[in-house]
């Protein structure tokens, strides 16, 4: 599974890593960030390209994991 480390940088730079990582991998990304926002903007993100994903409360902040591409 790919990862992205978006932890601590500020918008919009957490969506456009998820961006260029759902450009390049089809299979499972988990995105990871600091703040809730950053977490619905990740979200919302996924959404507009047509993936699904599921988040979970990390120790430092959440982890956004992308499903494959169907």
Known sequence: MKE???????CPEPVML????????????????TEPHQK??????VWD???NCTSTETEDGFAVVIEPKK
């Open 4 to 10: 992205v480390d978006a932890r601590g940088l500020s």
């Open 18 to 33: 998820t961006e260029e990582a759902m450009k390049s991998e089809a299979g499972a990304i988990r995105v990871l960030v």
């Open 40 to 45: 619905m903007n990740v979200e919302k993100c």
């Open 49 to 51: 390209h047509g993936r």
